[in-house]
């Protein structure tokens, strides 16, 4: 009823290896998402998500934060938590009394960073003024959207074509349908 991946500790012999940790991760959440009660994902971006110096390779093992974000979305019932642990030279014992620690007393956060210097931080998002600034794309220019155009990107190439007036080609694997609301 609950996971707890530590796979993303451990060392990466490439980039694919790394990027692996997220589509793992989403995999056991499926196989527990008619019953979750508990998603835990904890690697090492350097406690504090990636912002400070971090492995290249490593940085692409952070796709388990995104995974743990849409699991906290979609099941508000369970427990669910993204921890990124500085793992530095410290042996397994202390890493693990860490882990333990934000576990039982760390608080109700999504986001919990826990860097070397034995802190313990949170995200947090700030609303901040969106600046306006001149699109490197104009009328003449071609764009590419993959992922299909609903929702969230249908919205966004909207904008981006009335501002731009460029062009876009659009593809997706979703079967294109007529307008219903023709």
């Known amino acids: 009823d609950g996971v707890i991946d530590l796979r993303p500790l451990r060392e990466f012999k490439s980039v694919e290896d790394s990027k692996q940790c997220s589509r793992d991760l ?17 690697q090492d971006l350097g406690g504090d998500f990636g912002f400070g110096d ?7 093992s ?9 699991a906290a979305v979609e099941w508000p019932q369970a427990h669910v938590k993204a921890i990124d642990i500085a793992r530095g030279n410290q042996d397994a014992a202390h890493l693990a009394e860490r882990i333990c620690m934000e576990l039982l007393y760390g608080g109700p956060e999504l986001d919990v960073g826990l860097p070397l210097s034995g802190l313990r931080t949170t995200l947090r998002l700030e609303t901040v003024n969106a600046i306006a600034v001149d699109l490197p794309f104009g009328s003449e220019d071609t764009i590419v959207v993959s992922g299909g155009a609903r929702g969230v990107t249908a919205d966004c190439v909207i904008a981006l074509a009335n501002k731009s007036k460029a062009h876009f080609f659009l593809f997706g694997q979703t079967e294109l349908l007529a307008d219903p609301c023709q």
């Open 26 to 42: 989403f995999i056991s959440a499926k196989a527990i998402s008619n019953r979750a009660k508990a998603l835990i994902s904890i």
């Open 54 to 60: 971090c492995d290249e390779i490593r940085l692409f």
């Open 62 to 70: 952070g796709g388990v934060v995104g995974v743990a974000r849409s």
